[in-house]
T-cell receptor
Framework: DAGVTQSPTHLIKTRGQQVTLRCSPK?????VSWYQQALGQGPQFIFQ???????QRGNFPDRFSGHQFPNYSSELNVNALLLGDSALYLC???????????FGPGTRLLVL | EDQVTQSPEALRLQEGESSSLNCSYT??????LFWYRQDPGKGPEFLFT???AGEEKEKERLKATLTKKESFLHITAPKPEDSATYLC??????????????FGEGTQLTVNP
Protein backbone atom coordinates (compact mmCIF):
# COMPACT_ATOMS: atom_id res chain seq x y z
CA ASP A 1 0.00 0.00 0.00
CA ALA A 2 1.67 3.20 -1.20
CA GLY A 3 1.85 6.00 1.29
CA VAL A 4 1.72 9.69 0.49
CA THR A 5 3.93 10.57 -2.47
CA GLN A 6 5.26 13.97 -3.48
CA SER A 7 7.09 15.29 -6.51
CA PRO A 8 9.61 16.56 -7.19
CA THR A 9 11.90 15.71 -4.27
CA HIS A 10 14.10 18.75 -4.76
CA LEU A 11 13.68 21.97 -6.70
CA ILE A 12 15.81 25.06 -7.27
CA LYS A 13 14.18 28.28 -8.48
CA THR A 14 15.12 31.94 -8.67
CA ARG A 15 13.30 34.88 -7.13
CA GLY A 16 10.15 35.90 -9.00
CA GLN A 17 9.59 32.52 -10.60
CA GLN A 18 6.58 30.31 -10.08
CA VAL A 19 6.58 26.69 -8.82
CA THR A 20 4.10 23.80 -8.74
CA LEU A 21 4.43 20.95 -6.26
CA ARG A 22 2.41 17.75 -6.48
CA CYS A 23 0.99 15.30 -3.97
CA SER A 24 -0.77 11.94 -4.24
CA PRO A 25 -2.59 10.90 -1.07
CA LYS A 26 -2.43 7.56 0.66
CA UNK A 27 -4.87 5.02 -0.76
CA UNK A 28 -8.36 5.54 0.68
CA UNK A 29 -7.69 9.12 1.77
CA UNK A 30 -9.70 12.05 0.42
CA UNK A 31 -8.31 15.09 2.25
CA VAL A 32 -5.00 16.80 1.56
CA SER A 33 -3.25 19.38 3.72
CA TRP A 34 -0.10 21.34 2.87
CA TYR A 35 2.54 22.56 5.33
CA GLN A 36 5.71 24.63 5.04
CA GLN A 37 8.64 23.69 7.27
CA ALA A 38 11.60 26.06 7.54
CA LEU A 39 14.90 24.63 8.74
CA GLY A 40 14.82 23.93 12.47
CA GLN A 41 11.14 24.84 12.80
CA GLY A 42 7.90 22.93 13.11
CA PRO A 43 5.61 22.63 10.08
CA GLN A 44 3.29 25.60 9.44
CA PHE A 45 -0.19 24.96 8.01
CA ILE A 46 -0.81 26.44 4.56
CA PHE A 47 -4.24 25.09 3.59
CA GLN A 48 -6.44 22.00 3.43
CA UNK A 49 -8.46 20.60 0.51
CA UNK A 50 -11.50 18.37 0.74
CA UNK A 51 -14.00 17.61 -2.02
CA UNK A 52 -11.92 19.74 -4.39
CA UNK A 53 -12.43 22.86 -2.29
CA UNK A 54 -10.12 24.81 -0.01
CA UNK A 55 -11.64 24.25 3.44
CA GLN A 56 -9.22 26.05 5.71
CA ARG A 57 -6.27 28.36 5.22
CA GLY A 58 -3.34 29.33 7.38
CA ASN A 59 -1.59 32.69 7.54
CA PHE A 60 -0.04 32.61 4.07
CA PRO A 61 -0.37 35.22 1.30
CA ASP A 62 -2.40 34.77 -1.86
CA ARG A 63 0.81 33.90 -3.70
CA PHE A 64 0.18 30.42 -2.30
CA SER A 65 -2.67 28.65 -4.05
CA GLY A 66 -3.75 25.09 -4.52
CA HIS A 67 -5.99 22.66 -6.26
CA GLN A 68 -7.43 19.23 -5.61
CA PHE A 69 -8.36 16.92 -8.46
CA PRO A 70 -11.24 14.38 -8.65
CA ASN A 71 -8.76 11.56 -7.86
CA TYR A 72 -7.91 13.43 -4.59
CA SER A 73 -4.38 14.34 -5.68
CA SER A 74 -3.37 17.93 -5.09
CA GLU A 75 -1.06 20.69 -6.28
CA LEU A 76 0.49 23.59 -4.42
CA ASN A 77 1.39 26.64 -6.51
CA VAL A 78 3.59 29.47 -5.33
CA ASN A 79 3.90 32.62 -7.46
CA ALA A 80 6.50 35.38 -7.35
CA LEU A 81 8.93 33.34 -5.28
CA LEU A 82 10.85 35.05 -2.47
CA LEU A 83 14.07 33.92 -0.80
CA GLY A 84 12.02 33.27 2.33
CA ASP A 85 9.95 30.66 0.52
CA SER A 86 12.91 28.28 0.72
CA ALA A 87 11.69 25.39 2.88
CA LEU A 88 10.54 21.79 2.98
CA TYR A 89 6.97 21.60 1.67
CA LEU A 90 5.01 18.76 3.20
CA CYS A 91 1.79 17.20 2.04
CA UNK A 92 -0.37 15.22 4.45
CA UNK A 93 -3.41 13.13 3.64
CA UNK A 94 -6.25 11.85 5.80
CA UNK A 95 -9.57 10.08 5.51
CA UNK A 96 -12.07 12.90 5.91
CA UNK A 97 -11.09 16.17 7.52
CA UNK A 98 -10.98 14.73 11.02
CA UNK A 99 -8.75 11.76 10.27
CA UNK A 100 -5.14 11.30 11.31
CA UNK A 101 -2.82 13.10 8.92
CA UNK A 102 -0.05 11.05 7.32
CA PHE A 103 2.82 12.94 5.76
CA GLY A 104 4.75 12.48 2.55
CA PRO A 105 8.53 12.79 2.26
CA GLY A 106 8.31 16.46 1.26
CA THR A 107 9.68 18.64 -1.52
CA ARG A 108 12.78 20.66 -0.69
CA LEU A 109 12.51 24.06 -2.43
CA LEU A 110 15.50 26.37 -2.66
CA VAL A 111 14.96 29.90 -3.95
CA LEU A 112 18.10 31.72 -5.11
CA GLU B 1 -4.84 31.39 18.99
CA ASP B 2 -3.54 27.83 19.36
CA GLN B 3 -0.05 27.58 20.83
CA VAL B 4 2.25 24.60 21.31
CA THR B 5 5.57 24.77 23.19
CA GLN B 6 8.00 21.86 23.34
CA SER B 7 10.89 21.40 25.74
CA PRO B 8 13.72 20.87 25.81
CA GLU B 9 14.79 22.07 22.34
CA ALA B 10 17.51 19.42 22.28
CA LEU B 11 18.23 16.39 24.46
CA ARG B 12 21.27 14.17 24.43
CA LEU B 13 21.01 10.77 26.17
CA GLN B 14 23.21 7.75 26.62
CA GLU B 15 21.81 4.46 25.35
CA GLY B 16 19.54 3.03 28.06
CA GLU B 17 19.08 6.40 29.83
CA SER B 18 15.32 7.02 30.11
CA SER B 19 13.85 10.52 29.89
CA SER B 20 10.76 12.53 28.96
CA LEU B 21 9.91 15.20 26.40
CA ASN B 22 7.32 17.85 27.20
CA CYS B 23 4.62 19.48 25.07
CA SER B 24 2.49 22.20 26.64
CA TYR B 25 -0.45 23.60 24.72
CA THR B 26 -3.08 26.31 24.68
CA UNK B 27 -6.00 25.52 22.40
CA UNK B 28 -9.71 26.15 22.55
CA UNK B 29 -11.62 22.99 21.82
CA UNK B 30 -8.85 20.39 21.67
CA UNK B 31 -9.72 17.64 19.23
CA UNK B 32 -6.57 15.60 19.48
CA LEU B 33 -2.91 15.90 20.41
CA PHE B 34 -0.49 14.20 18.05
CA TRP B 35 3.10 13.02 18.32
CA TYR B 36 5.24 12.60 15.22
CA ARG B 37 8.83 11.51 14.70
CA GLN B 38 10.87 13.21 11.98
CA ASP B 39 14.22 12.04 10.65
CA PRO B 40 16.49 14.60 8.91
CA GLY B 41 15.23 15.58 5.45
CA LYS B 42 12.12 13.39 5.70
CA GLY B 43 8.45 13.88 6.41
CA PRO B 44 7.01 13.41 9.91
CA GLU B 45 6.03 9.85 10.83
CA PHE B 46 2.87 9.44 12.89
CA LEU B 47 3.32 7.95 16.37
CA PHE B 48 0.29 8.61 18.61
CA THR B 49 -2.99 10.45 18.98
CA UNK B 50 -4.36 11.36 22.42
CA UNK B 51 -7.84 12.79 22.89
CA UNK B 52 -8.58 13.23 26.58
CA ALA B 53 -6.79 13.93 29.85
CA GLY B 54 -5.56 10.74 31.49
CA GLU B 55 -5.19 8.88 28.22
CA GLU B 56 -1.96 6.94 27.58
CA LYS B 57 -0.60 5.22 24.46
CA GLU B 58 2.47 2.99 24.12
CA LYS B 59 4.61 1.79 21.25
CA GLU B 60 7.83 -0.12 21.87
CA ARG B 61 10.05 2.16 24.01
CA LEU B 62 7.71 5.16 23.73
CA LYS B 63 4.76 6.11 25.93
CA ALA B 64 2.67 9.24 25.48
CA THR B 65 0.48 10.74 28.20
CA LEU B 66 -1.94 13.67 28.25
CA THR B 67 -3.16 16.14 30.88
CA LYS B 68 -5.39 19.18 30.42
CA LYS B 69 -2.41 21.41 29.72
CA GLU B 70 0.44 19.24 28.53
CA SER B 71 1.60 15.96 27.09
CA PHE B 72 4.70 13.93 27.81
CA LEU B 73 6.55 11.52 25.58
CA HIS B 74 8.42 9.09 27.81
CA ILE B 75 11.33 7.20 26.28
CA THR B 76 12.39 4.09 28.17
CA ALA B 77 15.86 2.62 27.65
CA PRO B 78 16.41 4.46 24.34
CA LYS B 79 18.57 3.12 21.54
CA PRO B 80 20.61 5.09 18.97
CA GLU B 81 17.90 4.43 16.36
CA ASP B 82 15.50 6.51 18.48
CA SER B 83 17.53 9.59 17.55
CA ALA B 84 15.22 11.98 15.66
CA THR B 85 13.21 15.17 16.11
CA TYR B 86 9.95 14.58 17.95
CA LEU B 87 7.11 16.90 17.02
CA CYS B 88 3.94 17.58 18.99
CA UNK B 89 0.83 19.01 17.30
CA UNK B 90 -2.70 19.91 18.35
CA UNK B 91 -5.86 19.87 16.30
CA UNK B 92 -8.72 22.26 16.69
CA UNK B 93 -11.67 21.33 14.59
CA UNK B 94 -13.48 24.50 13.61
CA UNK B 95 -17.21 24.47 13.71
CA UNK B 96 -17.47 25.07 10.01
CA UNK B 97 -14.78 22.99 8.36
CA UNK B 98 -11.13 22.13 8.35
CA UNK B 99 -8.83 20.56 10.90
CA UNK B 100 -5.41 22.19 10.80
CA UNK B 101 -2.55 20.88 12.90
CA UNK B 102 -0.59 23.43 14.93
CA PHE B 103 2.92 22.16 15.59
CA GLY B 104 5.53 22.92 18.20
CA GLU B 105 9.16 23.54 17.24
CA GLY B 106 10.16 19.99 18.13
CA THR B 107 12.69 18.34 20.43
CA GLN B 108 15.83 17.04 18.78
CA LEU B 109 16.80 13.81 20.53
CA THR B 110 20.25 12.26 20.19
CA VAL B 111 20.96 8.86 21.75
CA ASN B 112 24.65 7.97 21.99
CA PRO B 113 25.77 4.32 22.02
Amino acid sequence: DAGVTQSPTHLIKTRGQQVTLRCSPKSGHDTVSWYQQALGQGPQFIFQYYEEEERQRGNFPDRFSGHQFPNYSSELNVNALLLGDSALYLCASSFAQGGTQYFGPGTRLLVL
Amino acid sequence: EDQVTQSPEALRLQEGESSSLNCSYTVSGLRGLFWYRQDPGKGPEFLFTLYSAGEEKEKERLKATLTKKESFLHITAPKPEDSATYLCAVRHIKETSGSRLTFGEGTQLTVNP
